[in-house]
């Protein structure tokens, strides 16, 4: 494992002084040393999308504003550099994005920008007619890019004074020289895409590039592209300055599968592509990936393994990084090709349930959860109300029944170091929970109870009920019973009542009816 | 025939697939006339969910299944809907090929008894010609089908769809004259289809021309070979579902359920509330008196109608449809698809007009009533058990006219249909 301590000025990624000049030309024209290096940075979220963060920085020690024009473009695109001899441009800073970060969930970009297209320069304290120069590089600018840059006029430029100071090296801070303007409306697509991509020394064909590919890249929650050009100190004392040129890409995938949680990543899933060897051009070319959340590999795994780790101060934070080096070919393994994968490992959860039995046992649920940070977790469980007997209702049974609290009890990590001695003397309030551990006490809190309102029978009616119920089923009986006993026959129509009474005379005194 | 039974067939599909698709599906298996805490379909999820889990389904008092069932669903619950329609689809052509197959033996036994010159000469209109019951088994597959209440139970993927087709293909069998080893998955669900055993007996006796005769030895032969069968073919679906399960938890919660009645959600039956409503000192006493009722009527039907056991069969549907413990819609429409076979006896029936009026109107009052109860708040539990009183009263007396005109009929047939008084003018029928 090999550590390495780096201090950064101001964004990402460690910064090598190196120049790795290719050729070597017999000339008398000094050869201007240039530098180009890619990265990427790929930082899991904690709502399982996932922020892919390219750079591509080229140096060029060289000076724009001589005399002598520029001829000969190595690994510095052309058209840039046409533009800023032509306009005397001291900063250039360009950004194309289409969506909207979202800070709470995501956190912090590493590089900012605003939805739509953002332009602002510094030219040089040379320059005469500000506003016309403007004009001229914003429409410039459109077709460099293909995007509709020239919309940019005295309606929606400004002159920003305190902020937006330079980032590069200058002490000109007198901002009629800055010039700020804003497209809201600009929409980023693959017309804008390819151009920035032509900017880059190898192209989209070797190295990180080739995983730009459209068709994925604008299938994101985030998408921004930017280009900055900025004269940088070269060494410690600034004696010499070079021109440099940074093309940065930020994307943010997010996963759209609800009920699966968290998956996995892999540069393949992200890009539709996977990466075979580093820009040859490239002095470096590495990827990042932020594992400062899970040092110890317990939440997400990455395959394949490697025993490189960086860590770097990022945005007032010191995180930590695994470090691929596409430069060496051991990276690549033996299939010579490199497809990242990262993936959640789920944790087992524990559920204890034990149905209830009427008149016997409740219900009991104990589940054991991981709660995500600032994330909201819904328990839901279905019931039935339940008809009881009418002995089994309290005397006031149109208040309701009460369902007791349910409870939750954490180990919640404390700021302050615990107590683990408890045979200490402490107040009484202080030592109610044994302290196991320093870094984490125990917490349990419970919830409202619940107030169901169940139906009623009508306790007034038992007597009336078992009767009815019973007449039903003497209904039923009877019909059933005289269908089976009995039979049919047919009815002889009775005498009447004073023939009746001779009848029985009659049979009393043994003579034949009437 | 098979031509419109396969029509009629794909209409019923058709109405189940509709009803499965729209928002009442939902709708309809929350309602207590449709499902009881026997046959809901929620329960037999619950069930599989706590096997899952790895805790026994039958640990709570949620399910009350037999494990049969569990295991059936732990394969098809993906396919839960194809599964009831088809238990529909069984149902209904076991219930045609019996009772076609039952018609082909009136009409033989009604030769027989023409040629022997049995019938008065004036009942002649009584008998039934071949032309007339051509579409009977047709109508008793639509009786079921297309009944709304089985419609009800299918989409509500209430169980009581596969019992009622293991019932159908009970009758069947019995009908083709081999029913000893189908009895059993009958009972094996719910204790009641006991009854229909003595039925079944009585039928195949007569196919076998072995006279009811309590003092010869063939009868005695052949009722001992039946429940060595019948016993035996228990003994098999028990010890499976023991051996399915691991334990014989299943035997309190299936049919010590059935037959203790803990739980008193309400449905259509007459037990909730009787037992709602109970003295804690009588509970016992009611209860016993309440499951005897189901099946004391065994022995007295049997007797009387020991020459028409098809009839019998229908007659014990009926009595355990109306007197179980938890009945539901399901079980009626398992009866009422049986009306069709006894269309003949129309003329005698005297309650139809205002038993079928009293059932639909209460068909159409439970829903109304419950939501007053329930959600509305402004009645009480009362209404809705009036409803239920007056459902069972109807049920009751539909059932109970039907034997009425049936013994008419059979008495007219011996002594002939118009009949005289002793001075020659008409007579009047009275049972005595």
Request: proline share 6%; glycine share 18%.
């Given at each position: 494992m090999r550590w390495e301590e780096t201090v950064v000025e101001e964004a990402t990624a460690d910064k090598e002084d190196t120049s790795a000049p290719e050729t070597v030309v017999q000339s008398s024209v000094p050869q201007p040393k240039d530098d180009f290096q890619e990265e990427l940075v790929i930082r899991p979220l904690h709502s399982g999308d996932i922020y892919a963060s390219f750079q591509f920085r080229t140096l060029w020690e060289t000076d724009f504003m001589r005399g002598n024009k520029v001829s000969h473009y190595r690994l510095f695109p052309k058209s840039l550099g046409q533009v800023i001899s032509k306009f005397s441009v001291r900063e250039l800073h360009i950004s194309f994005t289409q969506g909207y970060w979202r800070t709470m969930q995501w956190g912090q970009p590493f590089l900012p920008s605003p939805p739509g297209a953002e332009l602002w320069v510094w030219f040089q304290d040379s320059v005469t007619d500000v506003d016309g120069t403007w004009k001229e590089l914003t429409n410039v600018l459109s077709g460099i890019f293909c995007a509709s840059l020239n919309f940019i006029d005295s309606t929606n430029t400004v002159q920003p004074s305190a902020s937006f100071k330079p980032l590069g090296i200058g002490n000109v801070t007198d901002h009629r020289f800055l010039r700020y303007a804003t497209l809201p409306r600009e929409i980023v697509c693959t017309e804008n895409l390819t151009p920035w991509k032509k900017l880059l020394p190898c192209g989209s064909k070797a190295g990180l590039a080739v995983l730009l590919k459209s068709e994925k890249l604008f299938h994101s929650s985030f998408h921004s592209q930017a280009v900055h050009i900025r004269p940088v100190c070269q060494d410690w004392q600034c004696k010499t300055t070079s021109w440099e040129l940074r093309q940065t890409l930020n994307v943010v995938f997010d996963l759209h599968?609800?009920?699966?949680?968290k998956l996995e990543w892999s540069l393949f899933k992200m890009f539709s592509r996977t990466l075979t060897e580093a820009c040859p051009l490239a002095s470096s070319s590495k990827i990042y990936i932020d594992i400062t959340d899970d040092p110890q590999g317990e939440q997400f795994e990455v395959s394949p393994a490697t025993h490189l780790l960086s860590q770097a101060m990022v945005l007032g934070d010191r995180r930590t990084f695994s470090v691929y080096d596409?430069?060496?070919?051991?990276?690549?393994?033996?299939?010579?090709s490199l497809n990242l994968l990262i993936r959640w490992k789920s944790s087992e959860g524990y559920i204890h349930y034990q149905p209830s039995k009427d008149r016997v046992r409740p219900h009991l649920l104990e589940m054991l959860v991981q709660l995500p940070p600032n994330s909201v977790t819904e328990v839901t469980v279905q019931f039935e109300r339940a008809l009881l007997k009418w002995t089994e209702y309290t005397p006031d049974p149109n208040h309701g029944f009460y369902v007791g609290s349910s409870v939750i009890s954490s180990l919640v990590p404390s700021i302050v170091a615990m107590d683990t001695n408890s045979t200490r003397e402490q107040p009484l309030f202080s030592s109610f929970f044994p302290c196991k551990e320093e870094s984490s006490y125990f917490m349990r809190v419970y919830t409202e109870p619940l107030l169901v309102n169940l139906p009623t029978p009508d306790f007034s009616m038992p007597y009336n009920v078992i009767c009815l119920t019973c007449t039903v089923v003497a209904v039923g009986y009877g019909s059933l019973y005289n269908l089976l006993t009995r039979s049919f026959q047919i009815e002889e129509p009775s005498p009447g009542l004073a023939k009746r009474i001779a009848n029985i005379i009659r049979k009393m005194r043994g003579v034949p009816p009437l | 025939m098979a031509a419109p039974l396969t029509l009629l067939l794909l209409v019923a599909v058709t109405v189940r697939a509709a009803l499965y698709r729209s928002s009442l599906a939902d709708l309809i298996s929350e309602r207590v006339e449709v499902v009881s805490p026997l046959t809901a379909w929620k329960r037999v999820v619950e069930g599989l969910a706590l096997l899952d889990l790895g805790v026994s389904p039958y640990s709570g008092d949620v399910f009350h299944e037999t494990p049969l069932i569990i295991y059936l669903f732990h394969f098809l619950v993906d396919y839960a809907e194809i599964t009831f329609m088809l238990a529909d689809v069984i149902t209904a052509v076991a219930l045609y090929l019996s009772v076609k197959d039952y018609n082909k033996q009136v009409f033989r036994k009604q030769k027989y008894a023409l040629e022997a010159d049995r019938y008065p000469l004036d009942c002649l209109e009584l008998i039934r010609s071949p032309k007339e019951m051509q579409y009977i088994p047709l109508k008793v597959a639509m009786f079921y089908l297309l009944n709304p209440f089985t419609i009800l139970s299918c989409v509500a993927k209430s169980t009581c769809g596969l019992n009622n087709a293991v019932i159908a293909l009970f009758v069947l069998s019995t009908i083709k004259g081999n029913s000893r080893t189908h009895s059993s998955p009958a009972e094996g669900n719910s204790i009641y289809p006991l009854t229909l055993c003595a039925a079944a007996l009585l039928y195949l006796l007569q196919r076998q021309y072995i006279p009811v005769n309590l003092r010869r030895f063939s009868f005695w032969w052949f009722v001992a070979q039946y429940a060595f069968m019948y016993l035996g073919s228990l003994f098999v679906i028990v010890g499976l579902s023991f051996f399915l399960l691991g334990s014989w938890d299943f035997l309190p919660s299936v049919y010590g359920f059935i037959l203790s009645v803990p739980d008193l959600t309400p449905n259509i039956g007459l037990f909730w509330y009787f037992f709602a409503e109970m003295f804690e000192h009588f509970r016992l006493f009611f209860l016993c008196v309440f499951q005897i009722n189901v099946f004391f009527y065994t022995v007295p039907l049997s007797i009387k109608l020991k020459e028409h056991p098809v009839f019998l069969i229908f007659m014990q549907l009926a009595v355990i449809s109306i007197f179980k413990s938890y009945p539901t819609v399901g079980d009626i429409a398992l009866y009422m698809a049986f009306l069709p076979v006894w269309s003949h006896l129309h003329r005698f029936l005297r309650n139809i007009f205002l038993v079928s009026c009293v059932l639909l109107a209460c068909s159409a009052l439970f829903p109304v009533l419950w939501h007053l109860w329930i959600y509305a708040g402004s009645a009480n539990s009362n209404f809705y058990y009036a409803i239920t009183l007056l459902f069972n009263v109807a049920q009751i007396l539909l059932v109970s006219d039907y034997f009425y005109a049936f013994l008419r009929r059979e008495h007219h047939l011996s002594h002939g249909l118009y009949l005289k008084r002793k001075d020659g003018s008409e007579a009047t029928l009275v049972l005595k």
């Open positions: 599968t609800p009920g699966q949680g596409l430069t060496q070919q051991i990276t690549f393994g033996t299939v010579r | -």
